[in-house]
């Protein structure tokens, strides 16, 4: 839908409810050297306190934020 200056959407990852999607990545090093080669800033690479997986995120073209999360199987 397409309305003149619509409200920005509430889409912080730790915001209550469904906000972002997450995948399962083999090797979350190589998938953000590829997106920062195609010009996609990613935040920092961070540890899951209670899995010890590294995770990050970046957004795509409307902003709104997608989830890379390592396997570690």
């Known amino acids: 839908f397409s309305f003149p200056n619509p409200p920005q959407r509430v889409t912080n990852p730790e915001a209550c409810g469904l906000r972002h999607l997450a995948f399962k ?13 195609k010009g996609i800033s990613c935040e920092p690479i961070r540890v899951d306190e209670l899995t010890g997986v590294k995770y990050t995120f970046f957004r795509d073209p409307d902003y709104l934020p997608i989830e890379l999360y390592e396997n570690n199987y």
Do not use: G, H, S, T
């Open 25 to 37: 990545v083999d090797n979350i090093d190589e998938c953000v050297a590829y997106l920062l080669e």
